[in-house]
Structures are given as C-alpha cells and as structure tokens.
C-alpha cells in the first residue's frame, strides 16, 4: 500500500525544474532572476534573494538538489505539515542569499541554486526528527546527523577559505542556520530534546560566519572585478 504523498514538496519540485528549464534555454530569462548582487544592492531587486534558488547550473546540479530536497523534504512535510516545510525551504534559500551578499558585497557576484533551501531542510531535518542518519552518494555508510552537521559546517567553512570548487558554500552555510532557526521558532522544543547537539552547532556556525564576514570585508583588495556570464557560483 502506497503511503501519502508529499503534495507540496512535489511542486516545487516541478516549478524549480520548469524555471531551471527556462534558464537553460532562456539566457535573458536566467540573467533577469539570477541571484545577482549588484542588481540587489544597486537596483533593489531583492526578489533575486529568492528567485536565484529556482535556477541551476544544469541537469545534473537541478537533479542532485531537487533528490536531496525530496528525500529529506518529504518527512517534514508528511509530519509537520505543508507550511512548515515551505517556511523552512523558502527561508534557507533567502538567508543563504543574505549571507552571500553580506560576504561579496563589495565584489561583482553571481550565484544561482536552491542548495540553500536544501540546506535549510536537511539541518532542520536533524533536529526534527532525532536519531536521523545521512547517506551521501559516494559513502554508502550512513551518517550519524551529529557528525554530518558538524562537519558539514566545518567543510563550509573550509570551502569558503579556500574557495573550493565554482560552489556557493556560504549559500550551503547560511541556508541551513536560517533553516534551523526557523524550525526553532516554529518548533522551539527541538532545542531541549538535544540541547549540546543544538547548542555546538548554532555556536559554530555563528562564530565562523562572524570571523569570515570580518575576514573578508576587513581587507581592502586592489584586484579589480569585472562581470561575467560564465561566472556562476553553484548553491
């Protein structure tokens, strides 16, 4: 017998792809809703924060993003409900947006993907439902979500460093601290169920994301930005 389906999750599934799409064979299209920083800050086209998560590099990136949000997004959704899942996808997209345009402000920068939103689901998952492992692709063990939360965060930050591959690890960052504090505002229980879990992750997340903003923006840099098409950051 065939369980419920996750109605909610599955459209947004498909909207992400119809718009995915359009950005594949519309470049106008892609250019206009791009998360695109001087357009936000100079133009005030804020709905950039949002609209970049909608949009993929390609199928690949779309399809990684979209099965990781169905396997984790689904579960919120069946056991918490509709407006709880889209609270917290919708957030993790925007605060992994604002991050990205708090770090590269004073920098031309482009980014598109809904890993932020993805993010957000997957860390809120963890403390929404507890004892939740975590399989990846290339380790076919499953994860402890104490571990993979940590080291997550960590890897993040190392990608942020050290700008590791044409990915937005700060979109992956602070999607999934937005994600996280808006499963706690709407489920404030989830901090006492595992306090030291909750309580070591917020306060490293925080601390890295403080040393990188004042990191990055408290260095004056003479390298000239220019703008580029082909200069999009995978979220």
């Known amino acids: 017998m065939n369980g419920p389906l996750a109605i909610t999750n599955i459209i947004i599934i498909a909207l992400t792809a119809y718009t995915s799409y359009q950005g594949?064979?519309?470049?106008?299209?892609?250019?206009?809703?791009?998360?695109?920083?001087?357009?936000?800050?100079?133009?005030?086209?804020?709905?950039?924060l949002l609209s970049g998560g909608f949009l993929h590099a390609d199928w690949?990136?779309?399809?990684?993003?979209?099965?990781?949000?169905?396997?984790?997004?689904?579960?919120?959704?069946l056991l918490y409900g509709r407006l709880m899942f889209l609270a917290i996808y919708l957030a993790g997209i925007v605060g992994g947006s604002v991050l990205a345009l708090l770090l590269h402000r004073k920098e031309p920068y482009r980014a598109l993907g809904a890993s932020g939103g993805v993010c957000g689901v997957i860390f809120a998952c963890i403390f929404l439902l507890p004892g939740t492992s975590v399989e990846l692709f290339l380790i076919p063990i499953p994860i402890p979500a104490y571990i993979y939360a940590i080291g997550f965060i960590l890897f993040s930050y190392y990608g942020m460093q050290t700008q590791l591959g044409n990915i937005g690890h700060d979109a992956h960052l602070g999607g999934a601290i937005i994600g996280l504090l808006t499963a706690t505002a709407l489920h404030p229980s989830i901090v006492s169920e595992n306090p030291l879990l909750y309580g070591?992750?917020?306060?490293?997340?925080?601390?890295?994301?403080?040393?990188?903003y004042m990191n990055k923006n408290g260095r004056r840099s003479n390298r000239r930005w220019t703008y580029n098409d082909s200069d999009e950051h995978e979220q």
Not at 29 to 43: E, G, S, V
Not at 60 to 77: P, Q, R
């Open 200 to 212: 070591a992750v917020m306060l490293l997340a925080v601390s890295l994301m403080a040393f990188l």
């Open 24 to 48: 594949f064979v519309n470049s106008s299209f892609l250019n206009q809703y791009i998360f695109y920083n001087r357009a936000i800050l100079d133009n005030r086209e804020y709905y950039r």
């Open 60 to 77: 690949t990136h779309l399809i990684f993003n979209m099965f990781s949000l169905y396997s984790f997004g689904s579960a919120i959704e």
